[in-house]
């Protein structure tokens, strides 16, 4: 196989071991090159112990932003300048190059890869639905780049879906390329008793809640959309009078939600809470919710499954037909319609939530970073004999 080299010019902690999983495989082969001004210093420090030396952070870069700054995609554009990238690459002499996405340091990537004969594979993420507004121009400008890759890594079916729609070959497409970093979390969630669940319960709702305890994770704005889903829960309540909804996660729109009438005391708001802390939040609640209006793959949904919680998830999520098997761990509902969320919500009163958190640890341990690491391995395998085949 020789050298893989994956060009992602921005990580979070999440990405690390399965970077490290990677290596493995690679027998000491695998490559990273990132921007150290986009990378947290705690990122850098950990992937430079797990990669050994093999992790490359490009010193310099100068980013122009044109459009507006927004928190959904396709409003703005960032264009990038690297001093050095292509040396950089140039230097690893890998045999087969993943770039991150279509542009950022794609292109400096693509250009080392067509030049010198290298298998080249994208990883992307995006989804139909996360790609509504996308521009002509950058509809086209992937299209042009498309003729010269070779292959995709993409997290799941709906991703699959959307490059299948622009134009890209579905034997060259390969799923399975998305994981949490969640092993550390359900190891402390398991950890604790019933009593330390239950004392857990009793610091965070003030009470052990007699119904069902809701949580979602995430930052307070728009785009995740828990304002329709306060809106539905005041009608929620209504019926079921003792749920309670935790919302763990700080915001622009925090203060904005706590003055929400017709709550009744039934929102726990949490703010902003240290990662280190965040299972304490999944240990005490029964149901994970996220009502997302836009997200390619919400990395808290498989962290709260393999914590053990069913899931009610968000159409607008592009992680839903891998992770929430309908009637299996939990629920799919749409947060743009009242109704939908309102049965999302009632649903967890008809079924065994036990059970369903059960089955949620069962389906998120396929998306763990060493099964992750094996998908990409075999698509990299498949390309290579694939483009020797046809020499």
Known sequence: MGKILWVNPSFLDYRIPLYAELNKLCK??????????????????????????????????????????????????????????????????????????????TPWALLYAVLHHKLFLIAYERTAHT???????????????NLFVD????????????????????????????????KELAGKVASLSVVGRLELKKSIFKTIPSGVSFVFVGRMIPRKGVANLLQG??????????????????????????????????????????????????AASD????????DNWSLVVPEAMACGLPIAC??????????????????????????????????????????????SIEIESDYNPAKTALNIFYAVETLASSCKSMK
């Open 28 to 105: 000491g082969n695998f490559y990273l090159i990132y921007s150290k001004r986009r990378v947290p210093q705690r990122c850098t420090d950990r992937v430079d112990k797990e990669l050994e030396g093999n992790a490359i952070g490009l010193l310099k870069e100068k980013i122009i932003s044109i459009g507006r700054k927004s928190e959904f995609a396709n409003l703005g554009v960032s264009i990038p300048f690297p001093k050095g990238l292509y040396k950089l690459i140039k230097s690893v002499d890998a045999d087969v190059i993943i770039a991150e996405g279509f542009f950022q340091f």
């Open 151 to 182: 292959g995709y890594v993409v997290n799941g079916s709906l991703t699959k879906e959307y490059l299948i729609s622009q134009g890209v070959k579905s034997n060259v497409i390969f799923t399975g390329a998305m994981c949490a970093d969640s």
């Open 233 to 282: 829960w005041k009608h929620h309540i209504e019926t079921f009078p003792d749920d309670r909804l935790l919302l763990v996660g700080d915001g622009p729109l925090l203060e904005e939600f706590k003055q929400i009438q017709g709550l009744k005391d039934t929102v726990v708001f949490a703010g902003g809470i240290d990662y280190s802390e965040i299972y304490k939040y999944y």
């Open 314 to 359: 968000s159409i607008y999520n592009g992680c839903y037909p891998e992770l929430v098997h309908v009637g299996e761990n939990g629920v799919v509902f749409d947060p743009m319609d009242e109704n939908s969320v309102l049965k999302a919500l009632s649903y967890f009163h008809l079924v065994d939530i036990k059970a369903q958190g059960r089955r």
């Open 287 to 294: 149901v994970f919710v996220i009502p997302t209006l836009e």
């Open 131 to 145: 790609e509504r507004n996308c521009p002509l121009w950058r509809r086209l400008y992937r299209k042009f780049i």
